[in-house]
């Protein structure tokens, strides 16, 4: 008997892999995937706890959750809830006695026992929590990925974070670091490949400090690999056209790294580094383990490794005794590097790290304005690195059709969105495009006809 499964997912890429990974996990038992939760029989928020807001929208959203299950009670029948992720390890029981139409809460290490945890949630009524950190890795009792995967497909290769940055809640909801052997990595890559991915994008919240076995079993010094020769090795791989990976730690950039940089073509000239602040000051009380001058050095090293490399980062503004002049370090930053996109956010106290019980936090006001500044500033720089596309030709690998009829959305080496009409036989492909306009966030622009530039 099918069974419908809806997904809703917050936060980063690596949620995403999760909640693709539970749609699998969930397939053999008969649960189809379905657009909106109305309906469902099972509703799984996979939930991000980085920010105060983004946990915040997980108890709205549970409030219409309630309504759509006490309709599908009224019809005789049984929605199970579950609240999954980063909001679900932080909160555990709470979000029960808080919002007690949730069946079933368990964290981003537990997933792998979603079909025992429905079973045991249908049978018995009352609530499931699982909020462990097993001692087996959850990689191994997942199904093995077949069926069809995306043009441009995520592979988390690590989990977990053991930097604890004092403003960051993902040491305590993601736990210990941990590394996947190469080996599954390589296989899972194979089977991505086969069911039609052709860029791969290695997920992990700290995913240059990975350092997997070679084999399953053989851990330790020696026989372990790093992201530079995991990047090598998938590289070779036939099929696969493109690779990147995200989120790296400036911190963690290695020779190794650097040198995939220069050689791997395959290897996209995009990398997301976060730097969070330009005051030495304000990192060291961040605890990043980084100064201004080593990102300085880092992004100079790449560079010279692959001189059209660009640069996304993230930023955090108001962080507890930012100064007016700590923040115009970072504006200096900024301007200095120049990133061809950056994410920015206000500093949000989150419960149980350090930076959370500072006694100079900043004013809510002067974070607006901090981030205001901010944000326009690196809008401005997104617009000129956009704008310099115009008029070149540039490889798109198209993912989806695009909102028009007729159009394909694809990405550029850069990342940047690009639309462009074109047959939907071309998803999958590499095409040359002439970029005739940038607008905000994308571009536009025509497929070459003499096909150069092709990759
Ligand atoms: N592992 C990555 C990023 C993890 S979270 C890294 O080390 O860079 C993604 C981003 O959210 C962070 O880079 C940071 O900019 C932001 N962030 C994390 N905690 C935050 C908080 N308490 N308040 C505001 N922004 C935060
Ligand atoms: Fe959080 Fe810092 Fe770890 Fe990134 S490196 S996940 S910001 S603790
Ligand atoms: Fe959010 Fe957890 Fe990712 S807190 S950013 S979903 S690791």
Redesign the pocket.
């Known amino acids: 008997m099918t069974k419908r499964l809806y997904i809703k997912t917050?936060?980063?890429q690596?949620?995403v892999y999760d909640s693709a990974r539970m749609t699998e996990l969930m397939a053999p038992i008969g649960y189809v995937p379905t657009p909106t939760a109305a309906g469902a029989d099972l509703v799984i928020l996979n939930?991000?706890?980085?920010r105060e807001k983004?946990a915040e929208k997980v108890y709205s959203e549970l409030g219409a959750i309630r309504r759509l299950k006490q309709a599908k009670e009224k019809s005789g029948e049984r929605m199970v809830v579950a609240v999954a992720?980063?909001v679900a390890q932080a909160e555990g029981a709470e979000i029960m006695a808080r919002a007690p139409i949730v069946d079933i809460v368990f964290g981003?290490q537990a997933y792998h026992r979603l079909p025992e945890m429905v079973a045991r949630a249908t049978r018995a009524g009352g609530g499931v929590l699982d909020t462990s950190f097993p001692a087996e890795p959850k990689f191994d009792y997942l199904p093995e990925r077949a069926d069809s995967a995306a043009v441009s497909a995520f592979l988390t290769i690590q989990e977990g974070c053991d930097k604890f940055c004092t403003f960051c809640?993902?040491p305590y909801?993601?736990g210990a670091e941990f590394s996947r052997p190469a080996a599954e990595i390589l296989a899972e890559a194979r089977r991505l490949v086969a069911a039609g991915a052709r860029e791969i994008t290695l997920l992990g919240?700290n995913v240059n400090a990975y350092h997997g076995a070679a084999l399953p079993g053989r851990e330790g010094p020696g026989g372990e690999w790093g992201l530079g020769r995991l990047i090598r090795a998938l590289a070779d791989m036939p099929g696969v056209a493109r690779i990147r990976y995200t989120t790296s730690h400036p911190r963690d950039v290695d020779d190794e790294l650097v040198a995939a940089h220069r050689d791997v073509a395959a290897l996209m000239p995009f990398l997301h580094l976060p730097v969070q602040s330009g005051s030495d000051r304000v990192l060291a009380a961040m605890n990043r383990r980084h100064s201004t001058d080593d990102y300085r050095r880092t992004v100079a090293r790449l560079r010279e490794a692959r001189p059209d490399l660009a640069l996304s980062s993230d930023f955090i503004v108001g962080f507890p005794g930012e100064s007016d002049s700590d923040f115009q370090a970072t504006i200096a930053l900024v301007r200095e590097v120049g990133f061809a996109q950056a994410f920015s956010f206000k500093y949000s106290p989150r419960p149980g790290t350090p930076a959370a019980a500072d006694g100079r936090q900043v004013p809510d006001m002067v974070k607006d304005e901090r981030l205001a500044e901010l944000q326009a500033l690196l809008r401005q720089q997104q617009r000129e690195f956009n704008r310099a596309s115009v008029g070149r030709l540039l490889p798109v690998l198209f993912e989806k059709p695009g909102r028009h009829p007729g159009q394909l959305v694809g990405r550029s080496p850069h990342l940047q969105s690009v639309h462009a009409n074109a047959a939907d036989t071309c998803i999958g492909a590499i095409m040359p495009v002439r970029i005739d306009s940038a607008e905000g966030n994308s571009l536009a622009g025509t497929i070459a006809a003499d096909g150069a530039g092709a990759a």
């Open positions: 917050y936060g980063c690596m949620n939930t991000c706890h980085i983004a992720g980063c981003p809640v993902v909801t993601r919240q």
